[in-house]
Each structure stands twice: as structure tokens, then as C-alpha cells.
């Protein structure tokens, strides 16, 4: 037993020394850099696919906005990305209108079927909505977040734009590494499905490395998109295609849930770290956390604790598990319950929940505050020649989502109705036409009132952390884009859920390789259990502006198959 200890030791010493003597060969100083920053001029496209990154370049080069060129990409990672994303997800967007100098939000979520009730959940025994299959589908909302947001900031006809996806769907791709990993994981679930098997496993397989993968019903889906706009999705053939599957499979998504279907616009909400305004979306997203993480880790010299040390991570995973816990307590749809917006976001009680934190042992036990009232995605970003920046992110939740395939139609419903709690009486407790508790968070930063950064973190309940960790680099440790997305992270995985309950115990910290054995067993002397996972900690995208120099800065992170590049 020793012996297997030791050899996993050293070989985890081993790939930290090979880490950071890699990112260290270069002539650069950015320790942590895969790669060099992509600089752009008139305009900059960052997405977790090569394919996708190259249709939003052509639309920008062809004279498309931002939001042109970002449509074009959402729609071609739906195809060659289903891992992650698609026409059956939701989306949320953040756009920077460089001729009105403001932010705008976009809530492209779905709500839950009119037919379901609470009452049939709890009748037939179910203690939870389940993870995959009818039961856990929502209105899929990303169609027509794309034709809202074209509404308003595009140039391009929407028909145009998905063209190149359409052709890719038609005649294949091949698929990438990343991609094909996560579509063997996600097959052993879904295979269950007779829809998934015809859609995604050709010859009763998920497709390998390199393999051409064809999609015509996919294709189908988004020639009827082209033609009738966002009624070919949300009626006829599309939306009969989808009621139809729900129902055969048990579930309840209807027809009229689809044709009543719109997306919202919304308020960003901010809040200032050391100078620089952070801005998120409000809830039914988890955004909010961002801004309720920076607002604590404020109070502490992170500069000085230094990346790494033992002391910053402890106090970064202390405020990530005092945060969830109130997400878990009071995010939901504000249709159905008030945000504490204001008070959950104020510097005030920030000061006081960082209070809570020790500065020598892990927390146990850690419980929702009460403040005082005052009264597996995608993400990607685009900025064009205009100075319009979009930050979108779009998903199925659960990697590829329910499972449920309308037939012929090419594409997966999401799985986001899992995400509510059965539980009577809490803020996202299920409700017929309600919007599930979201995780998906576009994120933009500005400074002095000018745009700074449009960027995102994929991942789940990784997202705010992510966010929070690139921010944290970029600010308080003086990293450049690509270091800052590079550097590795950390997780943590123990703290309350959606579902309103608490937290048991102190969880699992989750460390990426490049942290110092001296650190993690620092971690471990002050409580905390450092578990061990290859893969948890998202993927990253953004677009800097350079102000002063009139660039933009791209960069893709290399746990994705993605790249950023301009023009």
C-alpha cells in the first residue's frame, strides 16, 4: 500500500515539475501560458471549437456584427459540440452596444410544462425531478434568444448565418478529441434512448477521434429555422416533432408551451473590485455569486498571500462555500419569488460573511446568510470593427441533456427541470411554467464606464469559481489573458445544492496539477480534504480590449479543442 502511495506521489510531483517547466520554455514570463495572447484589430472570435471560431471569423470579415458572428458560431457548436450545447438548450447572453455606450442582458431560459404538476411528482414517488429522460425537459429557449437578440443587433439574415452549419451537418466533420472523450461518457447514460441511439451513435457507437460524423436531421431542424425564422422551431413540424417524443417518453412538453415561448431582457447587475465594474446576469442565473465571491475576497490581501499559497486558496474556497449556500436558499425565477438582489450584493453583508471565515481551519457545517433588507456548456465571445461585444454562453446542462431526441430532428432537449426541488415552499421549488434555477453565466467586465472584458467559464457549479479565479489572476496577480485562463484552478464540491439543502461536512477540495505539494498539504493541516479530478474545472474564453492601443485580445484555454483568433 505505501508503495502505491509514494508512486502516486512522485508521479504527481513528477507532472507539476513537467507543468512549469513547459509553460516556463518560453519568451515570455507568463508562467502559467499555454500560448500567446491572439491580438486582432477589427475583430476577435473565441470559441471551444475551431470550426465554430472560423464561421464567426467569415461573418465578421463579411461585415456581420457581433451578434452575427456569434449566431453563426453558437449555431455550427451545436453540431460539432453536442456535448455541450444545442437548438434543444437555453442561452444567456450579455452584449456591449458600442453606439448606445451600454450593457444589455438577454434571459433566453425555457419554463417548465403547464401539464406537470408538483402534486403528480410527489404522487408517483419521485423525491426529485430525474436527471435524464422526459420529466427533466424544459422549453428549450436558444432559438429564439437568437432571434431577439438579431432583433435588435444584427445585420446579417439569420438564414445566411447558419448556413455554414447546415453544410457541415450535411456533408460531416470530423470530430475533435475533447469532444469525442465526453460523447463516450455521455453515450453510456443516453444509449437508453432509442432517439439519442439513431441521432448520436452511428453503427451503434459514439464516434471516435477524427471520425466524420453527419447530422442531416440536425441540418433539417435548422433549414426550417432559416425558412420560417424562429416558428420553425417553435411551431409546426419542429415543435409537433418535440411534443410528440415528450409525450411518448412520459413527459409533458406540449405544443403550446413551445408557441408561448419568448425571451426576456434584463438589467445586468455589477458590482466593483478594485477599481473594475464586474457584471453578470440576476436570477434565475447563478451570476449572482460572482459578485457576492468578489465582493468577500475584497476584503483580503490576495496580492500578498500570492498565487498558490495555501492561504489564498483557503480563503477562496471558504467564500465559494459561504456563497452557495446562499444560492442555494435564494436564487430562483424572480417571477415566482423576490430576489435580494440589492442585499445579497451589498458590500455590507459581504463584510459580515467574510467574518465567518477562520483563517486557519475549513468550515464545517456552513449555513444561508440573512441580510438586512434595504427595502457540460459552451461559451463563447465576439467583438467586431463597431466596438460591439457579445458575451454567450448556451447549453444542455447535463453535457448532452435529457436524453430525448425529437425524431428526425437532430438535436437533444435539455435536461435543466432537474435542477428543481421538489421540496414545497422554497424559492425553486417546481411550479408549472416556471424557469428552473440556471447555472449559466455569460460574464463582462468594463472600467471608467468603457468595456474591459467579455469572458465566461463553462462548467456547471464550476462557472462562478472559474469566473471568480480569472478575475482574481488577472487582477490581484497581474497575469495576462491566456496565463490567467491557463493557470490551474481550483474546485470545490460539497456545498449545498439547488434543492435547498444544506451542506454536509467540510467537502472536497479539487486541485488542477501546478499548485506546490507544500500548499496542498498546508490545505490539508487546515481541515480541508483534497480529492483528486482530472477534468472538473470548465473551460474558458474572452475578448480583452485594448483601449489604448486600439486591439483586441483573445484567448482559449487548452482544456478545450477551441482557439480565439482576429483579424
Known amino acids: 500500500m505505501l508503495k502505491v502511495v509514494m508512486r502516486?506521489?512522485?508521479?504527481?510531483?513528477?507532472?507539476?515539475?513537467c507543468l512549469i517547466g513547459l509553460a516556463q520554455y518560453r519568451y515570455s514570463n507568463n508562467h502559467f501560458a499555454s500560448r500567446s495572447e491572439v491580438l486582432g484589430q477589427k475583430g476577435m472570435v473565441a470559441t471551444s471549437h475551431p470550426l465554430a471560431t472560423q464561421a464567426g471569423l467569415e461573418v465578421l470579415k463579411k461585415g456581420g456584427t457581433a451578434i452575427d458572428a456569434a449566431i453563426a458560431a453558437n449555431a455550427m457548436l451545436g453540431l460539432v459540440e453536442p456535448t455541450g450545447?444545442?437548438?434543444?438548450?437555453?442561452?444567456?447572453?450579455?452584449?456591449?452596444?458600442?453606439?448606445?455606450?451600454?450593457?444589455?442582458?438577454?434571459?433566453?431560459?425555457?419554463?417548465?410544462?403547464?401539464?406537470?404538476?408538483?402534486?403528480?411528482?410527489?404522487?408517483?414517488?419521485?423525491?426529485?425531478?430525474?436527471?435524464?429522460?422526459?420529466?427533466?425537459?424544459?422549453v428549450p429557449g436558444c432559438v429564439d434568444a437568437w432571434y431577439t437578440l438579431h432583433g435588435r443587433f444584427g445585420k446579417i439574415p439569420i438564414a445566411e448565418l447558419l448556413s455554414p452549419a447546415i453544410q457541415y451537418a450535411n456533408n460531416g466533420f470530423p470530430v475533435s478529441e475533447v469532444v469525442a472523450f465526453l460523447w463516450d461518457e455521455y453515450a453510456n447514460t443516453l444509449k437508453q434512448y432509442e432517439g439519442y441511439r439513431q441521432t448520436y451513435m452511428p453503427?451503434?457507437?459514439?464516434?471516435?477521434?477524427?471520425?466524420?460524423?453527419?447530422?442531416?436531421?440536425?441540418?433539417?431542424?435548422?433549414?426550417?429555422?432559416?425558412?420560417?425564422?424562429?416558428?420553425?422551431?417553435?411551431k409546426g413540424p419542429v415543435a409537433e416533432a418535440i411534443a410528440s417524443t415528450v409525450k411518448k417518453e412520459g413527459g409533458f412538453l406540449s405544443t403550446e408551451d413551445l408557441a408561448k415561448h419568448t425571451s426576456e431582457w434584463v438589467e445586468p447587475v455589477s458590482s466593483n473590485y478594485?477599481?473594475?465594474?464586474?457584471?453578470?446576469?440576476?436570477?434565475?442565473?447563478?451570476?449572482?455569486?460572482?459578485?457576492?465571491?468578489?465582493?468577500?475576497?475584497?476584503?483580503?490581501?490576495?496580492?500578498?498571500?500570492?498565487?498558490g499559497s495555501a492561504e489564498y486558496m483557503h480563503h477562496f474556497i471558504e467564500t465559494k462555500k459561504l456563497v452557495f449556500e446562499d444560492r442555494a436558499a435564494y436564487y430562483a425565477d424572480p417571477l415566482f419569488y423576490t430576489p435580494l438582489l440589492k442585499e445579497l450584493n451589498s458590500k455590507e453583508y459581504a463584510a459580515q460573511r467574510g467574518k465567518l471565515i477562520d483563517n486557519n481551519a475549513a468550515s464545517d457545517n456552513v449555513i444561508a446568510g440573512k441580510p438586512a433588507p434595504f427595502?457540460?456548456?459552451?461559451?463563447?465571445?465576439?467583438?467586431?470593427?463597431?466596438?460591439?461585444?457579445?458575451s454567450l454562453i448556451q447549453?444542455?446542462?447535463?453535457?448532452?441533456?435529457?436524453?430525448?431526441?425529437?425524431?428526425?430532428?437532430?438535436?437533444?432537449?435539455?435536461?435543466?427541470?432537474?435542477?428543481?426541488?421538489?421540496?414545497?415552499?422554497?424559492p425553486n421549488s417546481y411550479a408549472p411554467g416556471k424557469r428552473p434555477f440556471h447555472t449559466l453565466i455569460p460574464g463582462f467586465v468594463t472600467r471608467r464606464q468603457q468595456p474591459f472584458l467579455s469572458f465566461g467559464v463553462m462548467g456547471a457549479d464550476m462557472q462562478p469559481l472559474g469566473q471568480a479565479q480569472i478575475l482574481v489572476n488577472l487582477i490581484d496577480f497581474g497575469m495576462n489573458l491566456q496565463e490567467a485562463c491557463d493557470a490551474p484552478r481550483i474546485n470545490h464540491v460539497g456545498s449545498s445544492n439547488p434543492n435547498g439543502e444544506p451542506a454536509k461536512g467540510k467537502g472536497t477540495v479539487y486541485l488542477e496539477f501546478g499548485f506546490s505539494p507544500a500548499a496542498i498539504g498546508s490545505l490539508q493541516r487546515k481541515g480541508h480534504a483534497i480529492g483528486s479530478d482530472l477534468r472538473g474545472f470548465g473551460g474558458f474564453q474572452g475578448i480583452m480590449k485594448d483601449s489604448t492601443n486600439g486591439v483586441y485580445i483573445g484567448a482559449s484555454e487548452f482544456r478545450k479543442d477551441g482557439y480565439a483568433a482576429g483579424y
Open 395 to 426: 447549453s444542455n446542462f447535463a453535457g448532452m441533456g435529457s436524453g430525448i431526441v425529437p425524431t428526425g430532428k437532430g438535436f437533444s432537449l435539455q435536461n435543466r427541470g432537474c435542477s428543481f426541488t421538489l421540496t414545497p415552499g422554497l
Open 375 to 390: 427595502g457540460n456548456t459552451i461559451y463563447l465571445t465576439v467583438s467586431d470593427s463597431a466596438g460591439n461585444m457579445v
Open 274 to 307: 478594485r477599481g473594475y465594474d464586474i457584471w453578470q446576469l440576476p436570477p434565475n442565473s447563478q451570476g449572482l455569486a460572482v459578485l457576492q465571491m468578489m465582493n468577500i475576497l475584497e476584503q483580503f490581501d490576495l496580492k500578498s498571500m500570492g498565487f
Open 85 to 138: 450545447n444545442g437548438v434543444g438548450g437555453d442561452l444567456f447572453a450579455i452584449v456591449w452596444d458600442e453606439k448606445t455606450k451600454k450593457l444589455y442582458g438577454l434571459n433566453g431560459s425555457g419554463k417548465s410544462p403547464q401539464g406537470m404538476s408538483l402534486d403528480f411528482l410527489k404522487s408517483n414517488g419521485y423525491q426529485k425531478i430525474p436527471s435524464y429522460g422526459a420529466l427533466s425537459v424544459s
Open 203 to 234: 453503427n451503434g457507437k459514439p464516434p471516435v477521434k477524427g471520425q466524420l460524423f453527419k447530422n442531416p436531421g440536425l441540418a433539417t431542424t435548422l433549414q426550417l429555422i432559416a425558412r420560417f425564422g424562429r416558428d420553425g422551431f417553435y
Open 8 to 17: 502516486g506521489v512522485l508521479c504527481f510531483v513528477l507532472q507539476w515539475f
